[in-house]
């Protein structure tokens, strides 16, 4: 059976999480605090993650960390159910454009360690800290917006089903609304996450339903 480290409240292993759901997977949860540093641990690196995160996918003793590169695996070593990514290679190409909206221009400047950092290093005031990660979303978010009123189609991101541009998509989209940002001005975005949030799989991947969930 696979094993999945993750924490509820990681967006990144929240994207694991509705992948798995979505290929109907089996997996063994293991919660690791990363409130708790338990990611930063001296076994949980030498032994599961060198990269001192989550998520991390150990498949029969083959463990992998970082949540795009799991997501591109899940899809080819096990692509006899619900594929993430499609075959045609721009319609590939745009799913991938789009997520790293996400990936790369979103979640790195606003994750837990960044803000941590801004907190305890930098002294910035709980004001400050929430203009910074408002911005970097609004910032991020509208770009993805764009990118789905130039190419998106379908009830889903891009299509009538689930890729992986919308594995990507919710837990932003999740978190951003726990921050109380405002998502107004993305129309597009916020009814693609509405209709994720009916979906059996992304139910199932939701924070409140993880068994390290803390109210």
Not at 1 to 10: E, I, R, T, V
Not at 90 to 107: K, N, T, Y
Not at 137 to 163: I, K, N, S, Y
Request: hydrophobic share 40%; proline share 5%; with cysteine.
């Amino acid at each position: 059976m696979l094993k999945l480290y993750s924490f509820f409240n990681s967006s990144t292993s929240y994207r694991v999480r509705i992948a798995l759901a979505l290929k109907g997977l089996d997996y063994q949860y293991e919660g690791v605090n990363i409130r708790e540093l338990a990611n930063r641990a001296t076994d949980y690196v030498a032994q599961v993650n060198p990269s001192a995160a989550v998520p991390a996918l150990d498949d029969a003793g083959f463990v992998l960390g970082q949540s795009m590169a799991i997501l591109d695996y899940l899809d080819q070593q096990y692509p006899e159910s619900h594929r993430l990514l499609p075959d045609n290679i721009q319609e590939r190409a745009r799913i991938l454009e789009f997520a790293s909206v996400m990936s790369c221009d979103i979640h790195p400047i606003n994750n837990l360690r960044v803000l941590r950092y801004l907190t305890d290093e930098l002294d910035i005031s709980a004001e400050q800290r929430q203009r910074w990660y408002e911005h970097w979303v609004h910032d991020g978010l509208a770009m993805a917006e764009r990118l789905l009123e130039a190419h998106g189609h379908g009830v889903w991101c891009f299509g009538d089903q689930p890729t992986l541009a919308d594995c990507c998509l919710v837990p932003q989209m999740a978190n951003a609304e726990r921050m109380g940002c405002d998502l107004s001005a993305f129309p597009r975005l916020v009814a693609v996450y509405h209709h994720a949030l009916e979906h059996d799989a992304f139910k199932q991947a939701q924070p409140n339903q993880q068994p390290d969930f803390i109210h």
